[in-house]
């Protein structure tokens, strides 16, 4: 069965700390994608990881992809309140479909 | 730049209702992507389609079918409609490796 499991689900942090979300994935896939979504709103595309060892960094965001544990990890560095929103990860296991994670819903509070 | 255009945005059906969402895009992507989300929950795929004439199954096909008879367009039909099926659907497009576009969504309520 495909499986995306992100944790944590929910994640409340003050401004200025630093956080990391986890993406385990059940395939052997080697492209994971971040998306973002604001309340009310659509996905936005964050990052596209498509190779072992692949990081990519925009502004306060950063993720990686190791494929050989089936981990991603999006770490967020000196949290802002406008980083409220929940991010979603997605394995594409056969170039064609997207498999989802549940998502973790960020709050990040003066 | 219009990207991808779901049709309506809105809708309220009364069950056993049939009905019809369109998804057009304009980047010549081969891929199209239909999606049902619900509250509190992540992108469930309901169908999609790696180009024109073709379309499968994702994780819940059921009570719903979809068409690709031009390529720009992606079409999600719900025959019969059900309470079950009250969420809100994106349509998204994609080429190959390259990151989904998302429409700005369907809401659908079924009474």
């Known amino acids: 069965e495909l499986k995306v499991e992100q944790n944590p689900l929910f994640l409340s942090m003050q401004e200025g700390k630093n956080y990391t979300i986890y993406c385990n994935y059940s395939?052997?896939?080697?492209?994971l994608y971040w998306y973002r979504q604001d309340p009310g709103k659509s996905l936005e595309s964050l990052f596209v990881?498509?190779?072992?060892?692949a990081v990519k960094q925009e502004g306060r965001l950063m993720a990686s992809l190791d494929t050989k544990a089936r981990l991603s990890t999006l770490h967020i560095t000196a949290a802002v309140h406008d980083l409220s929103a929940t991010y979603f990860c997605?394995?594409?296991?056969?170039?064609?479909?997207?498999?989802f994670g549940p998502g973790t819903r960020l709050s990040v509070l003066p | 730049n219009a990207g991808v255009t779901q049709t309506p945005k809105f809708r309220v059906l009364k069950t056993g209702q049939s009905m019809t969402l369109l998804c057009a895009q304009d980047?010549?992507?081969?891929?199209m992507y239909w999606y049902r989300q619900d509250p509190g929950m992540g992108l469930r795929l309901i169908h999609y389609?790696?180009?024109?004439?073709?379309?499968a199954k994702g994780e819940v096909p059921d009570g719903y079918n979809v068409s690709r008879l031009k390529k720009q367009n992606f079409l999600l039909g719900l025959e019969s409609a059900a309470p079950s099926q009250t969420s809100v659907y994106f349509c998204?497009?994609?080429?190959?490796?390259?990151?989904?576009?998302f429409g700005d969504g369907t809401r659908l309520s079924i009474l």
């Open positions: 998204a497009s994609s080429s190959q490796v390259a990151p989904q576009h």
């Open positions: 395939t052997t896939s080697d492209r």
């Open positions: 990881l498509l190779s072992n060892g």
């Open positions: 997605a394995e594409s296991p056969y170039g064609q479909n997207f498999v």
């Open positions: 980047m010549n992507h081969e891929y």
């Open positions: 389609s790696v180009g024109e004439g073709t379309t």
